[in-house]
């Protein structure tokens, strides 16, 4: 019988290269030392005011569903997972060296506060309550931000202390200029460590040439189990419906549980699977048609997800849903631009606040996710890779039969922090490969 679990791997990268001639601002000279872990993000400040952080975090999650339905109309009839908190995360580090209409644009499309000295705070608050997360010994949680910086590249204090400070984010000394090959296996090395091997050869071989100045890199990974597991007795083969109408056989895992999140409406059926750790949860998304040719327009917006959410009524529930994996890589080049990020991908380019000059531009923004689940729980985890190059419910008393939940079509997954309901990993499941 064949087993399905999802799995996703979300990485995010950044390849930095400069041009010659370049004036030095500042000099820093970063030891290396630290391990890229943000644990040393300090507490959330009492001052900070809740409700800026809530309207940056509405703005992210508006992006990040945004560009998930963008990515899943480009693969509709395919098997997808995607990580905004890994690609947030990353871009959060490159908008503390944008600069004019780069700036501009970047706080538009993913909702940054334009004041420096505001918004890094702000996400500072956000960062410490996901790093809270592993404090939870059933859940095995890594967030590590490294910064691979070409040694004889001089880069501005003021850019290396945001990064150290508000995002914990070490720097490592690297030599690009003369082993590039050797760096590439670095840092590969460094994003197996961080996702547990999940990531494998982020960065293909030939990628970094002697241009190469920096490489920022954010790695994401989760692992929980269920609060109320599968059991694998109960774990049957049947039929899934493909996007084309046909069918295939797959296992589905079973189980009938009471105080289950559920939400309903004429077009879709949500549950909300929780965690042993009450910080995370899976929200399933299936749909009422049972032919589902195309996915992609049951993704929610902000609104839709958002009243999804604040909706969710506990009820007893019948659960059927297949186990599998999900291994996705794409650009996400072209969704941002869409979104109004148009100047940091050319000349335009205004990353001035990295070096103090204007001499760099992001040529690809490269994701890779995996993401599985199975009886047990699920496991995902992320790298976001952004190559920068030179420019040239009420109670009701009365007994009511179980709902039932029968993911035996297309679907859509949210994995979700709850403390601000934002989504870590969205994919689908297509059943094609």
Known sequence: MKKATI???????????????????????????????????????PGTNHENVMKMLKNMNDLSLGLYKKLSSENADQNLAFSPASLNMAMAIVYSGARGNTKQQMSNVFGFDQDHDTFHPLYHAYMTEILNIG???????????RVFLEQSYPVLDEFVDQVMNWHGGAFEKTDFRNFPLQAENRINSWVEEQTRNRIRDLIPT??????????????LYIKSDWKYPFNKELTREK???????????TDFMNQRKEGIPWFENEDFIAIELPYTTPDLSLLMIRPNREVVENISNYVPDGETYRHIIENLRNEEVIIEIPSYKIESTFSLVEPLRNAGLTDAFD??????????????????????VFFEIDEEGSEAAAATAIVIVTTSVAFDPEPKLPKRFNADRPFLFILKENRFQTPLFIGQFTGNE
């Open 239 to 249: 039929d899934f419906r493909l996007p084309s109408g046909a069918t295939m056989r």
């Open 347 to 368: 000349f335009h380019a205004d990353l001035s606040g990295i070096s103090g000059e204007r001499d760099l531009e992001i040529s690809d923004i490269l994701q890779k």
């Open 135 to 145: 404090k939870d010994t059933l859940t095995d949680f890594n967030l590590a931000n």
């Open 7 to 45: 799995s996703g791997i979300v990485a995010a990268l950044f390849i930095i290269f400069s041009c010659s001639g370049k004036r030095t601002v500042a000099e820093h000279d970063p030891s290396g030392s630290g391990d890229g872990k943000p644990t040393g993000v300090v507490q959330m400040d």
């Open 206 to 219: 030939g990628s970094l040439d002697d241009l190469t100045r920096l490489v920022l890199v954010n790695a």
